[in-house]
């Protein structure tokens, strides 16, 4: 036991700094990927044909393809189109898409909840477009989506994960790194599951008493 | 694209389409005595439960991947990529679905299981004569798109050497320096095998929606 916790001690720091850059690739990915996905729930609702079509198209590829396939296409396939990134900026790439496509159905959702009511009221007190959806429409659609597009959050660190495949020194890639250099798989692997679970299941709890609070008065 | 390598990539999905089927299966089945036990009146079973089912869904799929495939096979088992895979995703599936029974247990009007247990029903004909029926129809829905993110969670599997599209996608771009169009390919692939899903979910969503009034 004291040799496991030796162990752990020993390669914490490393595993740290991996955790670290998870956490920074996901944030970077969340906010621009969220501000995206309601740019596109917006899109899709939108009368213009050819905005409707193209935010369809970026929506259903960025929520049918598997995100692990949208970072090899962003790190292995754009350099073939002449675009060369660092793995950091091809993960944010993938992810944000990625995120842009799930948070605008969760937008669209929180948009679709909001009574057609509001938005004949805002025309009748005579607000243009633009300014019934910012002080009528959006606020309340938002704080309907919050519960949801946290537990999104939640799952976007999970899926940063992946950026293993793409050689980004992220928390799975040290672990994986430290488990082959020591041939001790186990208990890398071990820590690396206990510091997911340390941010993911305190935050799982806290967004479903949320949503139970929310709930509450709905 | 020349035909041998759209031939390499579409030999994927025959081990992509069973991984899913293999993992879903697990799943479906653990799912049920873990619902249960999550809804048991024992402190004790619930806890476990819970924990279980958090600590599941908590930490990521490819790390439960490793940990199976690299982290159990030092000493007494040797799992191949596609057991470790199919065992890792079951699991997760597992939790999930769990997740889902409960959501479509407490769809489902109380007054169903006070009228059965009123006609002095066992608890054996409660579940599946009253209870299960209605259970299913309600949760296919959200089992249906769990199992359409499975089939792309499945992606995974490909980092410990599952022969499957994501798999054969990144031998074929390592082999010819190609990845915009294989990986593109790869992503279509995806979509097209998710749509017979989406397709089956709703079409029996609707048949099974026809036979009860509402």
């Known amino acids: 036991m004291n040799d496991l916790v030796d162990f752990w001690l020993e390669h914490l720091p490393a595993m740290l700094d991996g955790l670290l850059v998870s956490v920074q690739v996901t944030g970077v990915s969340l906010a621009i990927g969220v501000p995206l996905g309601l740019m596109l729930a917006l899109a899709v609702q939108s009368r213009s044909k050819p905005m409707r079509g193209i935010a369809i198209v970026v929506v259903e590829v960025g929520r049918g393809a598997p995100a692990l396939i949208l970072l090899q296409f962003t790190y292995f396939g754009l350099p073939n189109a002449g675009l060369s990134l660092d793995s950091f900026a091809s993960a944010v790439i993938a992810l944000a898409w990625c995120t842009g496509a799930y948070t605008s159905e969760i937008i669209r959702a929180g948009l679709e909840a909001v009574p057609h009511g509001q938005k004949e009221a805002a025309e009748a007190i005579g607000l243009n477009h633009l300014d019934a959806l910012r002080y009528v429409i959006l606020p309340q659609a938002l704080r309907v989506s919050v519960p949801a597009l946290l537990g999104f959050s939640i799952l976007m660190l999970q899926a940063s994960s992946l950026c293993f495949a793409i050689a980004l020194p992220e928390l799975v890639s040290q672990a994986y790194l430290i488990g082959s250099t020591t041939f001790r798989y186990m208990p890398i692997l071990v820590l690396a599951g206990l510091l997911y679970a340390a941010i993911c299941i305190p935050a799982t709890i806290a967004v479903s008493a949320l949503e139970r609070k929310l709930g509450a008065h709905a | ?214």
């Open chain 2, 1 to 214: 694209m020349t035909q041998d390598m759209l031939l390499t990539m579409v030999s994927g999905v025959p081990w992509t389409i069973a991984l899913t089927a293999v993992a879903l299966l697990i799943g479906v089945v653990l799912g049920i005595p873990l619902c249960a036990m999550r809804m048991s009146k024992l402190v004790v079973l619930r806890m476990v439960a819970n924990t279980l089912i958090l600590t599941l869904r908590a930490i990521p799929p490819i790390v439960w991947l490793f940990f199976i495939f690299f982290g159990l096979d030092t000493g007494f088992v040797s799992l191949n990529p596609f057991q470790a895979a199919a065992i890792g995703l079951g699991l997760i599936t597992a939790a999930n679905m769990a997740e889902i029974y409960r959501g479509a247990m407490s769809a489902i009007h109380s007054g169903q299981s006070e009228a059965s247990m009123a006609l002095g029903l066992s608890t054996y004909h409660r579940f599946f004569d009253v209870l299960g029926p209605q259970l299913f129809r309600v949760a296919l829905p959200s089992a249906a798109s769990y199992a359409i993110g499975l089939l792309k969670d499945s992606a995974i599997a490909s980092t410990i050497g599952v022969h499957e599209i994501a798999f054969q996608a990144s031998h074929v771009s390592q082999r010819t320096f190609r990845g915009l169009d294989v990986y593109a390919v790869a992503g279509l692939l995806y979509i097209l095998l998710s749509l017979p899903i989406a397709w089956a979910s709703r079409w029996a969503d609707l048949h099974l929606r026809a036979r009860v009034a509402r």
